[in-house]
């Protein structure tokens, strides 16, 4: 497991408090933590999680169909994509 930087002001915690507010982050968002930010004021702690980004991979509507790529299409829809008219659209006048 990578270590994750817990950023603590204010005041001090140790590694086990650490390491819950690590946990916590990890169950609530469901995605890998890249560093948290801690604000200690008396009883309370302000929390920032700071997530590593998610690899986003292009998505097209492409003859009725969403997909990512044109590999598990056949050479019929292949062929569909190739020759379907492709408009543009002028931002300028907006």
Known sequence: MNEILVNVLGGEI???EKKAYI???MEKYGRALNYIDLKLDGEFVDIHYHLKDVPFDR???ITGYL???LDRFNNA?????SQRVKHKVDIEGV
């Open 23 to 25: 946990k916590r982050g």
């Open 14 to 16: 140790n590694e086990e």
């Open 59 to 61: 998505i097209r509507r």
């Open 77 to 81: 829809k292949r062929a569909e994509e």
């Open 67 to 69: 997909v990512g790529t």
